[in-house]
């Protein structure tokens, strides 16, 4: 651990990094404009005005500037760097022109089985994922990984919908596994995901939404997110099987959790509809949170607290706490499961979701509430309010309160309920 540290230079690496990314950028970026790689507003894309979609390809310059100079010293480099080519030149003709997702299919199985035939990032045993024992996939090892590394790579793809969301998820995970990484020590790999934590920050630098900025500077592209599901799929497995084994196969689940299920769960979706898995729509997370009322910043700050949290919950119970790893699968599939159910619900939950903002039920209550404080502020107070209550016969003002809560939370409730039924709220 201590000599890789020392041979490699973090410091400068990650320096170099994010220099060359946000040169790249500023270069890239008046190119973009001459030769159509921008990503044009439509029906679906809610975006005003044209944006370069050079994001992925300033990234990809600096991770393969770092391996070509000799920055940056593993076994992995050459078939890391050969398969994120072919992910990257598929990436820009998709942004060009769209190829269409067999093309890209083809493509992302082609650098998969780069990196386990040459690489040798294959996951060849799934853990106690059961609690019946250990699971050795044997001859299905290579196609199992070539599937989780193509629905990884399409996951972060249908993720980077709004301004700043793929890569900001993005760069939790690359910094959780360099922090594990300096802490534990780990397959030589993961030092790449040094170089990508400078590079996502230099490309947020342009993408991320700012108050004072209406659009993005630039945008991923399917160049970027392709970019980002690769390589993090690559690492989480090289951590999960290597000989360091220094997370458990459940725990990549929690790792990479928001993106899998938000992916997974409309893609599903979508099959029992009788469509395309690959058909775009706007039913993801991010869409029906705008839908809902929230903008673009409660928006971009709930998706990525609910994926760090995942993120955060897998790695401590496992390297702290020291769950099995059946307990973190079938936790897991409890979460996949409530997930599912409130996207299938999605519009009923976001009427209810609608009514808490909306409903004045939240004023009113803050209102009685500051009206019972300033009643009973002191003890002084408090004895006055009881001997005029000893006076009158009718009910005070702490009473008068507490019914109003009462009636008020009484048809709270029976809103709720008429919603979930699609039934109109009482008048």
């Known amino acids: 651990m201590?000599?890789?540290?020392?041979?490699?230079?973090?410091?400068?690496?990650?320096?170099?990094s994010l220099i060359v990314t946000v040169a790249a950028m500023l270069i890239l970026r008046p190119f973009s404009f001459k030769i159509g790689l921008v990503d044009r507003p439509n029906a679906r894309k809610k975006h005003q005005i044209e944006t370069p979609l050079i994001g992925g390809l300033a990234i990809y310059l600096a991770f393969a500037i770092a391996i070509l100079t000799g920055a940056v010293h593993t076994a992995v480099n050459t078939p890391f760097l050969?398969?994120?080519?072919?992910?990257?030149?598929v990436g820009l003709l998709d942004d060009f022109k769209d190829l269409g997702f067999r093309v890209r299919l083809l493509a992302e199985v082609?650098?998969?089985?780069?990196?386990?035939?040459?690489?040798?990032?294959e996951i060849t045993s799934l853990?106690?994922?059961?609690?019946?024992?250990?699971?050795?996939?044997?001859?299905?090892s290579i196609p199992f990984?070539?599937?989780?590394?193509?629905?990884?790579?399409?996951?972060f793809n249908m993720i980077d919908g709004i301004d700043g969301l793929a890569g900001s998820t993005s760069l939790i995970i690359y910094l959780l596994l360099s922090g594990l990484f300096l802490i534990y020590g780990g397959p030589e790999i993961i030092v790449f995901s040094f170089i990508f934590v400078a590079a996502t920050i230099g490309f947020l630098l342009f993408n991320f939404p700012l108050p004072q900025r209406k659009n993005a500077l630039a945008f991923l592209g399917d160049t970027g997110s392709m970019l980002f599901g690769f390589t993090i799929c690559c690492l989480v497995i090289s951590a999960s099987q290597d000989s360091h084994?220094?997370?458990?196969?459940?725990?990549?689940?929690?790792?990479?959790?928001?993106?899998?299920?938000?992916?997974?769960?409309?893609?599903?979706?979508?099959?029992?509809?009788?469509?395309?898995?690959?058909?775009?729509?706007r039913e993801h997370l991010h869409h029906i949170l705008n839908v809902?009322?929230?903008?673009?910043?409660?928006n971009l700050f709930f998706i990525l607290l609910f994926g760090a949290s995942l993120s955060v919950f897998g790695l401590v119970a496992d390297?702290?706490?020291?769950?099995?790893?059946?307990?973190?699968?079938y936790l897991f599939l409890v979460l996949f499961s409530g997930y599912f159910w409130s996207l299938s619900h999605a519009w009923r939950v976001a009427k209810v979701v609608r009514y808490f903002r909306e409903h004045r039920i939240f004023r009113s209550t803050i209102y009685v509430r500051r009206k019972m404080v300033k009643f009973a502020a002191s003890m002084e107070e408090r004895r006055v309010i009881a001997d005029r209550r000893k006076e009158t016969d009718g009910p005070n003002d702490i009473d008068k309160a507490y019914a109003m809560i009462g009636r008020r939370f009484a048809r709270f409730v029976s809103d709720v309920y008429n919603i979930l039924r699609n039934k109109r709220p009482n008048a």
């Open 110 to 121: 082609a650098a998969a089985l780069i990196m386990v035939k040459w690489g040798g990032i």
């Open 82 to 89: 050969i398969s994120v080519t072919i992910i990257v030149v």
């Open 292 to 298: 809902v009322g929230y903008d673009r910043f409660e």
């Open 319 to 329: 390297v702290w706490v020291k769950a099995p790893n059946w307990l973190m699968f």
């Open 245 to 281: 084994h220094y997370i458990a196969p459940a725990t990549a689940l929690w790792l990479i959790g928001a993106p899998i299920l938000d992916t997974v769960c409309v893609m599903i979706r979508r099959v029992r509809r009788g469509r395309s898995p690959f058909e775009p729509d």
């Open 145 to 155: 990984t070539v599937f989780a590394i193509v629905g990884g790579i399409n996951a």
């Open 2 to 16: 201590l000599m890789v540290l020392q041979d490699l230079n973090f410091a400068r690496l990650i320096f170099q």
């Open 127 to 140: 853990g106690d994922l059961l609690g019946f024992g250990e699971i050795k996939l044997g001859f299905l």
